[in-house]
T-cell receptor
Framework: GENVEQHPSTLSVQEGDSAVIKCTYS??????FPWYKQELGKRPQLIID?????GEKKDQRIAVTLNKTAKHFSLHITETQPEDSAVYFC??????????????FGTGTRLKVLA | DAGVIQSPRHEVTEMGQEVTLRCKPI?????LFWYRQTMMRGLELLIY????????DSGMPEDRFSAKMPNASFSTLKIQPSEPRDSAVYFC?????????????FGPGTRLTVL
C-alpha cells in the first residue's frame, strides 16, 4: 500500500525566512496531494493541494511542487510569519486508478517561526 | 455552513467502559471518514463511508472498535470496552464524494482519555 514519508519532523525558521517541507510517496498511482495545517488544539485544515498533471501551484506565500518521476512533493512557505507556526501534514490520495480512495498522511512537520 | 460537527469535544472515561463518538458531516457530503491522531502514530484512517455504506474498515484497530452510519447526516464510532491505549484525538471528516480530488473537511475532533 501507499506510504508517505515527511521531513523534517520539526523546523524552526526566523520570521521572514522561507520554510520547505518535503514528502515522498511510494505508490506511483497516487495522483492528488493535499497539504493540511493544524494549529495547536485545532482541526487540520486544507491550505493547498496539487494534482498529478500539474508540476507547481502557488497561492500567495504558499507553493507546492510535485516531481512525479521522483515521487516527491514539497511545500514552500515564503516570508514566514508567526501565525504560520503549526503542524503541517502532507497526504497522498490513491483512487483514480485503484478504485480505493484514501488519504495517506505523512507524520507531520512542526514549524516554529521565531519572531 | 456549520462544517463537520463532532460530539463530545472531550471525553474522559474509565477502562472497560463503552465510549460513543458522534459526527455530523457537512450537508450534501456523501463521504465520511474517521481518523485517530496520536503523537506516536500521527493521523490514521480508521474507516470511511460512502452513501452511508462502509467502504474500507481496514484501519479499525480491533474488534472493540465499530462504526455505523445509519443516515446521511449522522455517524458513530464506538469503542467497547475502552482501554487506556485508545486515548487519542478522534477526527471525523467529510467530503463531497469519493472523487480523487474531493477535499476532506475535518471536524473539531473529540479528545478521548481512558483512565
Amino acid at each position: 500500500g501507499e506510504n508517505v514519508e515527511q521531513h523534517p519532523s520539526t523546523l524552526s525558521v526566523q520570521e521572514g525566512d522561507s520554510a520547505v517541507i518535503k514528502c515522498t510517496y511510494s505508490d506511483s498511482a497516487s495522483n492528488y496531494f493535499p497539504w493540511y495545517k493544524q494549529e495547536l488544539g485545532k482541526r487540520p485544515q486544507l491550505i493547498i493541494d496539487i494534482r498529478s498533471n500539474v508540476g507547481e501551484k502557488k497561492d500567495q506565500r504558499i507553493a507546492v511542487t510535485l516531481n512525479k518521476t521522483a515521487k516527491h512533493f514539497s511545500l514552500h512557505i515564503t516570508e514566514t510569519q508567526p501565525e504560520d507556526s503549526a503542524v503541517y501534514f502532507c497526504a497522498a490520495s490513491t483512487g483514480a486508478t485503484s478504485g480505493t480512495y484514501k488519504y495517506i498522511f505523512g507524520t507531520g512537520t512542526r514549524l516554529k517561526v521565531l519572531a | 455552513d456549520a462544517g463537520v460537527i463532532q460530539s463530545p469535544r472531550h471525553e474522559v472515561t474509565e477502562m472497560g467502559q463503552e465510549v460513543t463518538l458522534r459526527c455530523k458531516p457537512i450537508s450534501g457530503h456523501n463521504s465520511l471518514f474517521w481518523y485517530r491522531q496520536t503523537m506516536m502514530r500521527g493521523l490514521e484512517l480508521l474507516i470511511y463511508f460512502n452513501n452511508n455504506v462502509p467502504i474500507d474498515d481496514s484501519g479499525m484497530p480491533e474488534d472493540r472498535f465499530s462504526a455505523k452510519m445509519p443516515n446521511a447526516s449522522f455517524s458513530t464510532l464506538k469503542i467497547q470496552p475502552s482501554e487506556p491505549r485508545d486515548s487519542a484525538v478522534y477526527f471525523c471528516a467529510s467530503s463531497l464524494d469519493l472523487a480523487w480530488t474531493d477535499t476532506q473537511y475535518f471536524g473539531p475532533g473529540t479528545r478521548l482519555t481512558v483512565l
